[in-house]
């Protein structure tokens, strides 16, 4: 899939499988400007993150904590944003202080590279953002259920088991253009 974000990471283009491009809002709610405003710290990019988790409504049926919310937000602002090196550094230095976040050190992403990650475990899944071990670019997530958990849904109920991955992506490619549909 190709996706398309705009540099202020406040909107979103995607090819609608007919190849139109279909541009809707979209973002974590928080941007890389945000992030970048001074002074640029750990402790500060967590507290504008956590304010920027805490105006968003969950998604309907995330029952999950706000820690893995916060992680979750970090990796899409990684993933979809251009950020000053300082704003990636105090991200990194942010992460261990969000609790049940750990450092993995063999991750695999789901082009199968290797990475260390920042893993998250909650109740009822573990969520990795998997870094290049050397450049400490972004390459990509996995996450997967820790427990076995019912969901009840308008379809019926469904049980996911433990063990079952939810996740798994790899960016192959990130570059700037100047509208949605170039490629670098």
């Keep these: 899939m190709e996706l398309w974000n705009s540099v202020d990471g406040r909107q979103t283009a995607l090819d609608d499988g007919k190849g139109r491009l279909v541009i809707h809002e979209a973002g974590p709610g ?16 967590l507290a504008r993150i956590k304010a920027a988790v805490a105006e968003t409504p969950a998604p309907p049926g995330d029952d999950g904590p706000d820690e893995q919310r916060i992680v979750e937000t970090i990796s899409r602002v990684m993933n979809e944003q251009a950020l000053e090196p300082g704003v990636r550094a105090a991200l990194f230095r942010a992460l261990p202080m969000i609790e049940g976040v750990s450092v993995k050190q063999d991750a695999v992403d789901a082009a199968g590279r290797h990475g260390v990650a920042f893993a998250y475990t909650g109740r009822w899944e573990r969520f990795e953002i998997i870094l290049n071990p050397e450049e400490y670019t972004y ?32 960016r192959l490619r990130a570059g700037i253009v100047d509208k949605p549909g170039e490629r670098p």
């Design 30 to 45: 928080v941007t890389a400007a945000d992030l970048a405003e001074a002074p640029v710290t750990p402790e500060r990019v």
């Design 139 to 170: 390459l990509g997530t996995y996450g997967e259920t820790v427990a076995t958990r019912t969901y009840t849904t308008p379809a019926g109920t469904r049980e996911v088991k433990a063990g079952t991955p939810v996740v798994w992506t790899a």
